[in-house]
């Protein structure tokens, strides 16, 4: 029983330090009540996790009657003690082109020497990078306008935490195909897609919409070598990858809004974390990760992450 108490203060501890490290002098404090309520820790536990932080010094607080209670001072060092992990964990696509090496290192700046540290994992396919986010793994995830949309849609957990401009995620998605080849999509044609990539299965349905043609399922890695070789005729894919590698295919634009959202760099999150989101807010300034990303994509930085 003593174990389960202790727990449980603790649990009540770290969730009243993630709440006060977002609050400023003057800021209202909730509620006991609201406490309770949003963590479904007893009232007789979190009243004593309070009163912990008040004597640390951690907290200061002042009645205004029927106001309210206000914050007078929050000493984030003391309260960061009772956090016990300081680090968001944040999934991305693998750095494969220079925007997503500019876009990690820009959100690797931000968090350099802050009170609250990041750390960034790589992996292809926003369904696996949402299995780590369902899963604690991970308290974010990054993915295209698009692709955020979609998960947002289907699971009414997720929220957007921060929406970066066009261009951001990718320059564009663009149809590819064999040089001297017409682009038109003639029925009959063979288009390659990795169902893995919400985008690219999206983008496909619509570019397909209406036609008679053969979906061939295959990783993203092997477009170009099996346009190539004739088993496919088209694909969806980033124009970012096909130039800086050079790759010996043409290409023809995507006139639909789709391709727009599907540019923007969007972090996702749990709706009911409004720690991670507050901080993520707080701490990265999109002019300047911006900045950062042009920088790496330019050749002036070097990519660090």
Known sequence: MQTAQYKMRGLALTFLAKKYLLLEPDNRVPTVEEF????????GTMQAAISILKEDGAISTRSRGHLGTF???????KLLSYLGNRTLVGSLPLPYTKKYEGLATGIYKA?????IQVSLSYMNGSEKRLSGL?????????TSGLTADYLIKKNDNLAEFLVLPEQTYVTKHVLVF???E???????AKIGVDTQSIDYTLLTKYVTKGQDVQLIQMPYNQVSKSI?????????WNEDEVVEHNYPLAYSEIDNNLTVRSSQAVFVGKKTDIFTKSILEKTIDVDKLLSTQKKVISGELLPEY
């Not at 968090?111 to 009170?115: A, G, L, P, T, V």
């Not at 369902?134 to 990054?142: C, G, K, P, T």
């Open 71 to 77: 914050v007078e001072n929050v000493n984030h060092q």
């Open 134 to 142: 369902q899963e604690d793994r991970s308290n974010f995830i990054i």
């Open 178 to 180: 064999r040089k001297g």
């Open 182 to 188: 017409d682009a038109q999509i003639k029925s009959g």
């Open 36 to 43: 309770c309520k949003e963590s479904n820790i007893s009232q």
């Open 111 to 115: 968090f350099f020497n802050n009170e």
């Open 228 to 236: 190539e070789e004739g088993l496919i005729d088209f694909a969806i």
